[in-house]
């Protein structure tokens, strides 16, 4: 069965979105920070085969749900997947005019998600590794979007992508955790080892992708070394881009936790009053963020 709350948002896919990613945008476009460039960019390569992983593990059960509102936000999640990887690809292609090398890590973590984890692991708990990093991005999501103003210094465009990413992240955060406990059976010492694994998994993917680009960049080890040290403690400090994510995360280690019990998302009623006004992302984006700094 599906679980509708009233927190619960609609999944829209939202298809033919122009983001204009060209040459204006800048090689470290986060307010000429190499660090926060580069650890958003590694996500921007870690997202269209972690989410074409994410539609596989879903579809591993498909053909075993019976609820039709279920299947109907199958659908749609599968189609918004599609759509970021689709226009995360897009942005890659400026990582590839830079010289970053786009195609050896993207293909040490196909490598690593579709041999290594499928052969390795059964079908529960690969799907049990989407619930739980479904979870880490709907964290992600909600970082993103208050008076912190986080990625403030972020180019408009890029911080247009992200936005939307998250708005939708958000809408369909449910829809694996429900195909995970209503039909793969999965019990809670698996979801929550699941979510260690991913915990410990995902920062160390995206590292390992930053710190390649830095390199690419020209940087030394020791300005790496200084460069993720200052960049962690943005991450971890009092205010920093982390920090109001531990409550939400702690929350998935409940027995009988669900998705749909977190609180709404900050900013979506303002992205979606933006987005409704053009279809224009970089237009929903700046009212969402005008309104979380009102």
């Known amino acids: 069965m599906a679980h509708q709350t009233d927190k619960q948002h609609p999944i829209v896919p939202r298809e033919k979105l122009d983001f204009g990613f060209d040459d204006s945008i800048p090689k470290h476009w986060f307010g000429g920070d190499p660090f926060r460039t580069r650890f958003f960019d590694a996500m921007s390569l870690i997202f269209p085969p972690g989410e074409k992983f994410f539609m596989v593990t879903v579809r591993d059960y498909r053909d075993q749900v019976t609820d039709p509102k279920l299947l109907q936000d199958i659908k749609d999640f599968n189609r918004q997947e599609a759509q970021h990887s689709m226009v995360h690809n897009q942005y890659n292609e400026l990582l590839r005019k830079q010289g970053m090398p786009v195609d050896e890590l993207i293909g040490w973590l196909d490598n690593l998600l579709f041999t290594k984890y499928r052969s390795r692991f059964s079908r529960q708990y690969t799907l049990a590794i989407t619930g739980a990093l479904e979870h880490l991005t709907a964290l992600g999501a909600?970082?993103?979007?208050?008076?912190?103003?986080?990625?403030?210094?972020?180019?408009?465009?890029?911080?247009?992508?992200y936005a939307w990413h998250a708005i939708e992240e958000v809408e369909h955060?449910?829809?694996?955790?429900?195909?995970?406990?209503?039909?793969?059976?999965?019990?809670?010492?698996?979801?929550?080892?699941?979510?260690?694994?991913?915990?410990?998994?995902?920062?160390?993917?995206?590292?390992?992708?930053?710190?390649?680009?830095?390199?690419?960049?020209?940087?030394?080890?020791?300005?790496?070394?200084?460069?993720?040290?200052?960049?962690?403690?943005?991450?971890l400090k009092p205010g920093g881009f982390l920090w109001p994510t531990h409550k939400h995360y702690a929350q998935y280690y409940k027995p009988g936790y669900h998705p749909w019990q977190e609180a709404d998302q900050p900013g979506y009623e303002e992205w979606l009053a933006g987005f409704n006004r053009h279809r224009d992302p970089i237009e929903a984006s700046e009212m969402a963020r005008a309104a979380m700094l009102r």
Request: glycine share 6%.
């Open 142 to 161: 909600h970082a993103m979007f208050d008076e912190r103003d986080i990625l403030g210094e972020a180019h408009p465009k890029v911080r247009a992508l």
């Open 173 to 235: 955060k449910g829809v694996a955790y429900d195909v995970m406990i209503d039909y793969a059976k999965v019990g809670y010492l698996k979801r929550v080892t699941a979510l260690v694994h991913a915990t410990v998994m995902f920062p160390r993917v995206i590292f390992k992708f930053a710190n390649r680009m830095l390199k690419e960049d020209g940087f030394s080890f020791w300005e790496r070394v200084k460069l993720n040290i200052k960049g962690i403690h943005w991450l």
